[in-house]
């Protein structure tokens, strides 16, 4: 006996779902160790958007916009780092009862913003109806979801005095998949990571973070 034997069915299904998924192409994954307290089963995924090249012709906002502006006029070739997420699919043969179901999506996405914007009460809302909305516009049917939007201001000081401050938004959410075809869910996720990197387009109907600050 080898050691798919001993993978359920249902969670190979769900991983054969998730090679299908049609990421946008400003996303970079790659497979990450999953956590191993969390269920019996698991699979990660790490992502991260990067800055696309000045020469680009696509309106941008938030984040992109401001890396954009950068990195104009400058032979620096290193790549902005816009976005990074973790994607993780659990399963639990036995089902769970937290969960309603075997199988739960966690999910992870932190991108920079202005740091005036830390007072804006609606930040956290937009970015939780992100994720509602992407998995709506795709069509990833889901029970059960929940999740934290988070503000994380940065300041210097000292000797680090000079250095701007700055303020991430962070959001942790999980829901569970009707059923073990998570393609559309991965496809979802994928546009939020960039959603919050500021790259377009963004589904109809959902509201962009404000423009960073050119400076």
Known sequence: MNALDKVPPEFLHALG???KAQCRGELHLAEIP?????AP?????????????????TP??????????AASGTAD???????????????DPEGSAVWDGEFRIVTYIRA?????????????TVAWTWLVEALENHKAPYRAAGGTA?????????TLAERP????????????????DVTAHLEAWSDMVCTFAGLPPLPEGVTPLPHRRRN
């Open 34 to 38: 999953a956590p191993a307290r969390l």
């Open 165 to 180: 401050g700055s303020i991430d938004i962070e959001l942790r959410a999980s829901w569970t998949p009707a059923t073990s």
């Open 60 to 69: 941008l906002h938030g984040p992109a916009a401001m890396a954009l502006a």
């Open 77 to 91: 070739d290193d790549e902005t780092e816009l976005a990074t997420g973790r994607f993780i699919l659990l399963h």
């Open 112 to 124: 920079q913003l202005e740091p005036e914007m830390g007072n804006d009460e609606m930040l956290g």
């Open 150 to 158: 988070t503000r994380v201001l940065s300041e210097s000081f000292g």
């Open 17 to 19: 779902t998730l090679r």
């Open 41 to 57: 089963f698991a699979v990660a995924l790490g992502a991260e958007v990067l800055a696309p090249g000045p020469g680009t012709a």
